[in-house]
């Protein structure tokens, strides 16, 4: 058995780095994660990285299921899987995510971590990288619809991407909660909450969807002008935070074209019910990334879509790893 | 991080067991291998298992792959993944196993084993299962073909199954060893170790091909009377240990029918060259492990073809873990 001692270096000693959730506190927040996402596309742009399309397996008799996210990326020598198992129980479910980061030259195991927040990271982080490409340089007014912990970790990091003039939050539960509010105006002073996610749309230069819902969480029209729209995936089946009939009316970016499409529902729906295709896709992260990137076109609206991917949370798991 | 200490129960802690291959010998002891993969087959016949097609993901650049093997099983309350990554160097090239074993009650981790070993030792017990279930009464002769680590497990796995009145070896390597020929005879005064795999396999009752050859390593033809043959996987593509076109006078069975016929190189050219199918196939592990198993019929001989399996390897996982 591996005796780990916090004292000893487990890189030199061969262990293998055990993290739980309580651990991760002093080694993220070294971490600049969208600067990691940033050079994990950059590397797939170069073919340094392979995505392998996301495994969901069920468990036996109606007990909930697994997702499996792998990734190998050639930059930082190592490969590795997150399973996130959905474990139904009588109250909530359980939900939990472990990552086994391996190394691409030894073909040992270097790091087993909790990846509760490791993958909200990465999902905000990823969301931040696209804000960072696709936003207009001029942009003054940003919307975060959705104010949980994932909401929380878009918002800290977008803060600094663009001279944002206006930070406006909306949720239900935040329009009730006035010491939340405080929390969320003690972060920034261009903080302010709104009503309505129609009021905190409005004229919005920048809209993050970053709720679990699986039905419109606004109406795109509501905005009243060119906007960049981001939204993320939930576990609802063909969930959509925005009505799938808009996708023709905007360009269309997301994570990953080889994948996304099958699987964020308002695509999924798009493309069965509204004349959509995933050919309209003007890009993805590596396309942005790449040496050559897409410059976007601002004649109409923008929408970016991520599902999240195996490299990220394998890109995520590197960057904890290497503070060993 | 969590402080792993051998004089705790990591079961009670809550603590990850991570075991490396120096760690297993005492905790492999005590396990009945064919046992537990019995009883895993016989909940698979039950519904209490499921088992995801093993996934292959390349490396970027060229630099090898690494196949991961996934398995939930509602009877020991576990789910996980098996990575294996192969890793070609200057040298010989480097192929580990590493299983994370989950709990399907909490979400979290339980254990992180290297599988080199465990991997071998269920692949033997899985062919001794078919041994115990697919071999006449009666039978007196067992051939091995192929002499080393895993051929040396599938010999400790099946030298009880029946009355063997003797135990033939071969392989070419064996041939040249008499060191190595003294070690086998000092397991059991009934091994003999044959000049040919000609004269090894002549008469015998059942014949296990034990060996990473990717072209035949017998002439099914030279046992010259019914026999039970069996047949393991190795990385090298469409790899047969056999003719492909024998299989069209055998009963064919093998590990799982959802699987094994894409992937067994035998069954993958037999289907393409040789007018065989998957549809011929009598039965896998499960239906012979099932409460009305499958009877076999000797009136040909039968051939039974492994894959391996992740289930397989989330179960022996299990068995060292519940040690704990």
């Not at 969301?127 to 940003?142: G, M, R």
Request: glycine share 6%; aromatic share 6%; net charge neutral.
């Amino acid at each position: 058995m591996i005796m780990q001692n916090p004292n000893n270096n487990p890189a030199k000693t061969g262990a293998v780095v055990t993290l739980t959730d309580a651990d991760l506190d002093q080694y993220l927040k070294n971490i600049d994660v969208l600067s990691i996402m940033e050079k994990t596309f950059a590397a797939f742009a170069k073919g340094q990285v392979v995505q392998p399309s996301q495994t969901l397996t069920l468990f036996p008799e109606d007990r909930g299921d697994f997702i499996t996210y792998q990734g190998a990326l050639s930059h930082f020598n190592v490969f590795g899987a997150k399973l996130s198992p959905y474990i139904p129980t009588a109250g909530a479910p359980i939900i939990t995510a472990w990552t086994m980061l391996m190394s691409m030259e030894t073909g040992l195991p270097l790091l087993l971590c909790d990846s509760g927040r490791l993958t909200r990271e990465r999902t905000a982080a990823t969301t931040a990288l696209a804000v960072k490409k696709l936003a207009p340089a001029e942009s003054k007014i940003l919307t975060i619809i959705g104010t949980g912990a994932i909401g929380k970790a878009h918002l800290m990091h977008t803060l600094k991407l663009r001279d944002w003039q206006e930070i406006r939050l909306y949720s239900l539960d935040l329009v009730r909660d006035t010491e939340k509010q405080q929390a969320f105006k003690a972060i920034d002073s261009r903080i302010v909450v709104c009503d309505s996610a129609k009021a905190a749309v409005h004229l919005s230069d920048v809209v993050m969807l970053c709720t679990s819902s699986g039905k419109p969480v606004i109406d795109v029209n509501d905005i009243g002008k060119q906007a960049l729209i981001t939204s993320i995936s939930t576990n609802v089946a063909q969930a959509h935070e925005i009505d799938p009939k808009a996708l023709n009316s905007m360009h269309v970016y997301c994570d990953y074209k080889a994948t996304t499409p099958a699987s964020a529902g308002e695509m999924v729906l798009a493309a069965r019910d509204h004349g959509w295709s995933a050919g309209k896709i003007v890009g993805d992260l590596t396309d942005l990334c790449s040496p050559s990137p897409i410059k976007p076109a601002y004649d109409k609206s923008i929408f970016f879509r991520s599902i999240g991917l195996g490299i990220e949370d394998i890109a995520i798991a590197y960057a904890i790893y290497s503070q060993f």
